[in-house]
């Protein structure tokens, strides 16, 4: 089983909303909980962007393009991170990856999901 599962992709029109989960169901709590969590995203024929990310101690950071739009949470007795998506727009179309780093400098990635908005 891999480290982290994404979930909650799909097809969504203009200014609607999806709710992604990245969950790491082979971590407990006391190594998930000090990991920073990301999302990032690869548009068609793009390179994968940072999206949001939330450290340890729960400090967020968002890229430009979905600030006011975008809520990353964590929620570490489920070992889970949320990427709450709202007023999407075509251009937020792309394959979602969830990721962790860890203290010992290593990372793990989640397989994707897929985004799609149409207008």
């Known amino acids: 089983q891999a480290q982290l599962v994404e979930s909650g992709g799909g097809s969504v029109q203009a200014g609607g909303s999806l709710r992604l989960s990245c969950k790491a169901p082979r971590q407990i709590f006391s190594v998930f909980s000090p990991t920073d969590m990301a999302w990032f995203r690869q548009p068609p024929g793009k390179e994968r962007e940072m999206v949001a990310e939330?450290?340890?101690?729960?400090?967020?950071n968002y890229a430009d393009s979905v600030k006011g739009r975008f809520t990353i949470s964590r929620d570490n007795s489920r070992k889970m991170v949320v990427l709450q998506m709202n007023n999407l727009q075509p251009e937020d179309t792309a394959v979602y990856f969830c990721?962790?780093?860890?203290?010992?400098?290593?990372?793990?990635w989640g397989q994707g999901t897929q985004v799609t908005v149409f207008s």
């Open positions: 939330i450290t340890s101690d729960r400090r967020t």
């Open positions: 990721r962790q780093d860890r203290r010992d400098s290593s990372a793990y």
